[in-house]
């Protein structure tokens, strides 16, 4: 399957924002390029995949596919 990738754009930056205020007022933040990357993937409705799950977790309503597991964390 080819790898598709996606510019950034200002509505993902906006996104990254929203999910970066939130998570900082719930004391539960995560690092700079994760926010980007679940802010412009919550933006577009796909999931990142990752072996870090733990981190984006943490936002709220963003499915999350494990690379190293065969299920889709949600």
Do not use: C, K, Y
Not at 17 to 23: D, M, N, P, T, V
Not at 26 to 43: K, N, W
């Amino acid at each position: 399957m080819p790898l598709a990738i996606l510019p950034f754009d200002a509505a993902d930056a906006h996104r990254a924002g929203e999910i970066r205020a939130a998570l900082s007022l719930a004391g539960t933040p995560i690092g700079p390029s994760d926010v980007l990357i679940a802010g412009q993937a919550s933006q577009r409705g796909t999931a990142p995949v990752t072996r870090n799950v733990r981190e984006f977790r943490r936002v709220p309503g963003l499915t999350v596919e494990d690379w190293e597991a065969e299920d889709i964390v949600h």
